[in-house]
């Protein structure tokens, strides 16, 4: 004779931690692209490590970019609360100033490329002006996609169109970028 078996739930099952797939998305890319810059970065280590290394100064621009990117993350912060707030033009206003802020970045670091070539510092060549360049170069491209990214935020809310979820995702991705340069500056600066 078989007995039957009652079964209790003690306890009910925990909801899975969920994230909407896009912001899934971002830290997927923001986490390859750590990794791509820890990559870069370790190699310069053991390069400079090996000898030939020309060292020299980081132009003075690269220091007023450094200012420039974390400012524009506080544009960017404000951005959000303005959105969570439902202040509309202020918002607007906030995106534009963040998008303008990244275009100076580049600018100066264009700028302080040029200040590079004046000094005889070049992609080719030396070393250690080749990972410069391609470091810096790198992070500029992902700057790139980043005010692209504002400028899709900024034509939805020309619209009146306010996606919290897209505009926290760009100011994560923004910050992001803000901290990935900051930790290379400190870098390229510490280990010339």
């Not at 707030?85 to 100076?104: D, E, F, P, W, Y």
């Not at 510092?121 to 790198?138: E, Q």
């Amino acid at each position: 004779m078989s007995e039957a078996v009652d079964f209790k739930i003690v306890e009910e099952p925990k909801r899975p931690l969920a994230m909407h797939p896009k912001k899934f998305g971002l830290w997927l890319f923001m986490a390859s692209v750590f990794i791509l810059f820890m990559a870069f970065t370790s190699a310069y280590i053991v390069r400079r490590a090996e000898g030939n290394w020309q060292i020299f100064e980081l132009p003075a621009l690269f220091t007023y970019s450094t200012i420039v990117i974390l400012l524009s993350s506080v544009t960017m912060q404000w951005t959000y609360f303005a959105v969570k707030r439902n202040q509309r033009a202020n918002a607007k206003n906030m995106i534009v100033l963040t998008s303008v802020a990244g275009v100076i970045f580049l600018a100066l670091q264009w700028m302080g490329w040029g200040s590079l070539i004046e000094s005889s510092i070049h992609l080719v060549g030396n070393p250690s002006g080749s990972f410069l360049y391609i470091i810096t170069g790198l992070h500029a491209a992902h700057i790139i996609s980043a005010i692209v990214f504002l400028l899709v935020v900024l034509a939805n809310a020309l619209r009146n169109r306010f996606n919290l979820n897209q505009i926290e995702m760009c100011t994560t991705y923004w910050h992001f970028l803000g901290v990935l340069w900051l930790y290379l500056f400190v870098f390229l600066t510490l280990l010339r």
